[in-house]
């Protein structure tokens, strides 16, 4: 019970990796609560957890969410998982796509970063991914939004000391996130990529909450990046 009456916020948890983290900040004795656009998806996220969560609608690529956040009580620790990010070949890609991206997911971390009020000592984790450090033609722009937020979280680290400032990189995960592709194609890249990978598995978004979990609970910790890619970065 490491987070033991420590109230921790997740933006994006109403699915997937953040859906992951309230689950086991909460098992973990945390207050829980869990923010994301869509107040539906909330409820159904809070009835699905076995423990009782709070919800706050909020849309972080929108300057709103920082009068919003700025409102709240301080926070011990608070994750951010949240961004939808459109990928594509460069020379097909609109720049608003782009942006929409960058504002979505570094912007909205940055918003998080600029307003949310949390207590010394607590920390705040991002949420890149492995693209930062491994690019791959077509998935430019993700690449690059993941490299920038390390960059933040590296000086907030210093800004916001002695907040904690941490980002977590996962790999290919198994979430609501890939729904769109049909089942039968997202299980053979599923597959594909395990077979390469030399952990011979893709994550579950409970493996990748446990970063969320030590980026949290381990003082010593900040102005990094934990990297749950299975070994992606090697290959
Ligand atoms: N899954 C992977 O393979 C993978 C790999 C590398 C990196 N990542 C990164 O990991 C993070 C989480 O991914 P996931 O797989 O858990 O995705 P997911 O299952 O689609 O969950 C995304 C969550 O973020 C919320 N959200 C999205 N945009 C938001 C916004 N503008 N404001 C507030 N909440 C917002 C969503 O709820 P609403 O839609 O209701 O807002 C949902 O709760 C993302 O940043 C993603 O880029 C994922």
Redesign the pocket.
Same mark, same amino acid.
Request: net charge positive; no cysteine.
């Given at each position: 019970m490491e987070l033991q009456n420590q109230r921790v916020l997740v933006?994006? &948890?109403?699915?997937?990796?953040?859906l992951a983290v309230a689950r086991r900040a909460a098992a973990s004795g945390a207050d829980v609560t869990i /923010?994301?656009?869509?107040a539906a998806?909330l409820e159904e996220a809070a009835n699905v957890l076995p423990f009782p969560v709070a919800t706050l609608p909020?849309?972080?690529?929108d300057d709103v969410a920082r009068e919003v956040l700025a409102g709240t009580t301080p926070w011990h620790h608070v994750a951010v998982?949240?961004?939808?990010?459109r990928t594509g070949p460069i020379r097909k890609q609109s720049t608003s796509d782009a942006q929409s991206g960058m504002n979505?997911?570094f912007w &909205?971390a940055w918003r998080v970063a600029a307003a949310t009020p949390i207590i010394q000592g607590g920390s705040l984790t991002l949420?890149s991914? /492995?693209f930062a450090l491994r690019p791959a033609p077509g998935r430019v722009i993700a690449g690059a939004i993941n490299a920038a937020i390390e960059g933040l979280a590296r000086g907030l680290a210093l800004e916001l000391a002695p907040t904690r400032v941490n980002v977590v990189s996962?790999?290919?995960?198994d979430?609501?996130?890939?729904s769109a592709l049909p089942d039968d194609k997202r299980r053979a890249y599923f597959e594909r990529t395990a077979a390469a990978l030399p952990a011979r598995r893709i994550a579950t978004?409970d493996d990748i909450a446990r970063l969320y979990l030590t980026a949290m609970t381990t003082p010593i910790l900040t102005g990094t990046t934990l990297l749950g890619d299975g070994g992606h970065v090697l290959i």
């Open positions: 933006i994006g &948890g109403s699915s997937g990796i953040g /923010a994301g656009r869509s998806r909020l849309d972080i690529a998982t949240a961004g939808d990010v979505a997911k &909205g949420t991914g /492995a996962p790999g290919l995960v979430t609501p996130l890939w978004a």
